[in-house]
């Protein structure tokens, strides 16, 4: 059977673990591919809230097996933490798997994180220091220990003396701090994690493949989003992964060809974390209404996101750059209460109008939106089951961003429920 992938299409934060938890229903498995723990993903379920961080979001059904994969970064500390609370709310996770060749991250890695933010003072990212990007570094000089070296204490322990030696130099030397304390990292990795991960550990592209050949339905969910890709995304202010569609390949091991569906998730309009440009940002009234109607606080650090329109030149760009086959669009139901609705529809950028991306940062930073502006609707959505009963103004709405990006919109999120989603039927 083909996989689907599930992609964010802004910054972060567009209701993927709720898309994802969705259409777990009707798949064998869930396979996160590439970031760590600076994702949070949010799924509600009745009265129940849970936020994901590392494990796969279609853990809840006890139908699926969950694979963190070979992308990912894992810091083993709060992968059980997560599975201890997943269990405490009764959810069983005795088939959750990690990819042997998943990187770990390690204490040093947190600790570069935090002190280089520190360093670039008003140049910082706004990282969620977690360490993820201190451990994808390590992963690119082949100087990053594995989930499988938990395996083999002779090799962890030599892989982690070696880097020792080169990252204290840098930690007591340039930036003044303490050294790893490689005996402590020794004995939390190797006598308390290894025993718990162990089990866990398998060779997750040769599972993927069976479960293909074997007809089963996978689904590739991705963290993070297309602008923070580090290709593609608004570098610097991106994450140090591949969020988009060809990263789901990488980080899971299954080739473009077994891709049947890239399914795209935009918020109706844009938030952001931390640092970066952001062409269609409010920062007013609306941008705080924004925040309040939608509770734009973030799932993992608690920061308040920045708000603004819908944009659908992004939009286009990540059509473009994920192969989408269609959008979900959430959160429509926060929209409900404005008098007008925007989109923005092209960027002028010295007196001229453009629809494309500019491909100089600098032009980003300083681009003017242009808007499509939609009476607003009105009235509560939230409780629409069928997506011809939303209001007209809201199905405008819906229909002009699938117009101007020739793309179907197949899914709206009506508010922050597993059934508060009408699926349009094609
Ligand atoms: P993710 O990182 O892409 O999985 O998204 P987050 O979980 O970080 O943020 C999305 C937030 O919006 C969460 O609090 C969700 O519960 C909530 N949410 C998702 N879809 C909807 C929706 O359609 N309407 C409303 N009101 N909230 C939603
Ligand atoms: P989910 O999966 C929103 C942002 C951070 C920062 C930048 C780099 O929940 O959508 P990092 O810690 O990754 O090195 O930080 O990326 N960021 C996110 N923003 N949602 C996320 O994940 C994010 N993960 C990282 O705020 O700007
Ligand atoms: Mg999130």
């Known amino acids: 059977m083909p996989a689907t992938i599930v992609v964010g299409t802004q910054w ?98 947190l600790e570069i994180d935090r002190i280089t933010e ?76 290894a025993p718990k991960i162990a089990p866990m550990i398998c060779d997750s592209v040769d599972f993927l493949h069976n479960s293909l050949s074997e007809n089963k339905n996978i689904l590739l969910e991705g963290a993070q989003a297309t602008f923070l890709d580090l290709d593609h995304g608004t570098y610097p202010y991106v994450t140090s992964s591949n969020p988009t569609a060809g ?76 192969s989408l086959s269609e959008l979900a669009v959430t959160k429509l139901d926060v929209l409900d209460d404005f008098e007008t609705v925007k989109i923005c529809v092209g960027y002028e950028i010295d007196g001229k109008t453009t629809d494309k991306m500019p491909y100089h940062q600098s032009d980003l930073h300083h681009v003017k939106a242009v808007y499509e502006e939609f009476d607003g609707w009105n009235t509560s959505i939230s409780k629409v089951e069928d997506y011809n009963d939303l209001p007209d103004q809201a199905k405008v709405y819906i229909n002009r961003i699938s117009e101007i990006l020739s793309v179907p919109v197949n899914f709206v999120g009506v508010g922050p429920k597993r059934n508060q989603v009408a699926v349009i039927a094609n």
């Open 247 to 322: 990263g789901a390949c990488v980080g899971s091991g299954i080739g473009p060809m077994h891709i049947s569906r890239v399914i795209g998730i935009a918020k109706s309009y844009v938030t952001r974390v931390g640092s970066g440009p952001f062409p269609t940002e409010l920062e007013d009234e609306l941008g705080d209404l924004l925040v309040q109607k939608g509770h734009e606080y973030g799932t993992n650090t608690g920061r308040k996101r920045r708000t603004g329109w819908l944009d659908a030149v992004m939009l286009k760009h990540a059509i473009r750059l994920n």
């Open 12 to 109: 972060g934060d567009e209701g993927k673990g709720k898309i994802t938890d969705l259409l777990a229903g009707e798949m064998d498995i869930v396979v996160r591919y590439q970031g760590g723990h600076n994702a949070g993903h949010t799924i509600v379920v009745d009265d129940q809230t849970f936020a994901l961080q590392l494990v796969p979001s279609g853990i809840l059904y006890s139908h699926i097996t969950a694979v963190i994969g070979n992308g990912v970064v894992v810091e083993p500390s709060v992968l059980l933490d997560e599975i201890s609370m997943l269990e405490s709310k009764g959810i069983d996770t005795s088939k959750l798997k990690i990819s042997s060749n998943a990187h770990l991250i390690l204490p040093y890695h």
């Open 118 to 193: 520190r360093y670039l003072g008003k140049n910082k990212l706004g990282t969620t220091k977690r360490g993820i990007g201190p451990s994808y570094a390590d992963k690119a000089a082949r100087i990053g220990i594995r989930v499988q070296d938990l395996l083999d204490p002779k090799i962890f322990k030599t892989k982690l003396e070696a880097v020792a030696k080169e990252k204290n130099t840098i930690l007591t030397r340039v930036y003044n701090q303490l050294p790893i304390d490689t005996e402590e990292i020794l004995d939390k990795f190797l006598n308390e994690y």
